[in-house]
């Protein structure tokens, strides 16, 4: 099993930025694909961005692409989303997920995601 517990959400105003932090434990491997999606009320819960386990590969939705940046720290299994320029369509519950394996083709699946953590709020007022 892999644990994992975001943080880092909170209330900003628009153009602002946050920076969130996902912490992985349990039986995490340095090789797992991570990933950033996000839960805005009454919609589907949608890809944000991925990041393979060496960091190599990187992917963003359109919408947030030049704004946010995944990264990672594997010897202190983290994941970071940093989310500048932030706008009030970027309000919603954001999840971290994890995967054993990267793959380019369904990177951005919630149904390929094998572990979720509980979420974290965003809230960006105009």
């Known amino acids: 099993q892999v644990q994992l517990v975001e943080s880092g959400g909170g209330l900003v105003q628009a153009g602002g930025s946050l920076r969130l932090s996902c912490e992985a434990s349990?039986?995490?491997?340095?090789?797992?694909?991570m990933a950033w999606f996000r839960q805005a009320p009454g919609k589907e819960r949608d890809f944000v961005a991925a990041?393979?386990?060496?960091?190599?590969?990187?992917n963003y939705a359109d919408s947030v692409k030049g704004r946010f940046t995944i990264s990672r720290d594997n010897a202190k299994n983290m994941v970071y989303l940093q989310m500048n320029s932030l706008k009030p369509e970027d309000t919603a519950v954001y999840y971290c997920?994890?995967?054993?394996?990267?793959?380019?083709?369904?990177?951005?699946?919630?149904?390929?995601?094998?572990?979720w953590g509980q979420g974290t709020q965003v809230t960006v007022s105009s």
């Open positions: 997920a994890a995967r054993p394996l990267y793959s380019s083709a369904s990177y951005y699946l919630t149904n390929k995601y094998d572990y």
């Open positions: 990041i393979s386990g060496s960091g190599g590969r990187t």
């Open positions: 349990g039986r995490t491997r340095s090789t797992y694909a």
